[in-house]
């Protein structure tokens, strides 16, 4: 079954880019989405098909794709910002496959 | 503005059965696949079953085969999940999400509901 393989934490000083990655065999041949979820929250999708951001998502998250790793970038990262990024592709086996999640602190 | 509103949640002994429901408002129900997503206290997002628009294509992750069943019903705007012979690694926030398009191929939820927690403990 695919595997996607992100880091457990990751930390961004307030102000600064922080850049989350995901890993997986060729992932770059697949559409990558990410979903931030706040404690207690639902999820959100963040970024879709590697680079899209739904409305309303501001401009400082991106998004990129290729070989082995996709990575989502946040820039001038805010306090707001905290929480889980989790990416997840399709996979025509098992469906929908969801990365273990990241947790961003902003320090 | 859509709205997704999980209930039927609740403490069930191993080998129990529970049935959660998502009311769904804001959006023309039926013209979109729906999915179950679920969180273990602690850990990721695990994917648990979708359904298309038309309610006449369903999929199930390994893990809960044979014993979830997802089903709609449209004029009622409303999902659900039956969850049969519960076990304790069942135990987890259970979402529903809308997915993007029908039919389910692609995966992508871009709206999710807030969950209903399911704990399954002796």
């Known amino acids: 079954s695919y595997e996607l393989t992100q880091p457990l934490s990751v930390s961004v000083a307030l102000g600064q880019t922080a850049t989350i990655t995901c890993g997986g065999d060729?992932?770059?041949?697949?559409?990558v989405h990410w979903y931030h979820q706040k404690p207690g929250q639902a999820p959100v999708l963040v970024i879709y098909?590697?680079?899209n951001r739904p409305s309303g998502i501001p401009e400082r998250l991106s998004g990129s794709n290729s070989g082995n790793t996709a990575t989502l970038t946040i820039s001038s990262a805010q306090v707001g910002d905290e929480g889980d990024y989790s990416c997840?592709?399709?996979?025509?086996?098992?469906?929908?496959?969801f990365g273990g999640g990241t947790k961003l602190t902003v320090l | 503005e859509v709205q997704l509103v999980e209930s039927g949640g609740g403490l069930v002994q191993p080998g129990g059965s529970l049935r959660l429901s998502c009311a769904a408002s804001g959006f023309t129900f039926s013209s979109y696949a729906m999915t179950w997503v679920r969180q273990a206290p602690g850990k990721g997002l695990e994917w648990v079953s979708s359904v298309n628009g038309g309610g006449s294509r369903t999929y199930y992750a390994d893990s809960v085969k044979g014993r979830f069943t997802i089903s709609r019903d449209n004029p009622e705007n409303t999902l659900y999940l039956q969850m049969n012979s519960l076990r304790i690694e069942d135990t987890a926030v259970y979402y529903c999400a809308r997915d993007e398009d029908f039919d389910f191929w692609s995966g992508l939820s871009d709206h999710w509901g807030q969950g209903t927690l399911v704990t399954v403990s002796p």
């Open positions: 060729n992932i770059g041949s697949r559409p």
């Open positions: 997840q592709v399709w996979d025509s086996t098992t469906h929908v496959v």
């Open positions: 098909r590697n680079t």
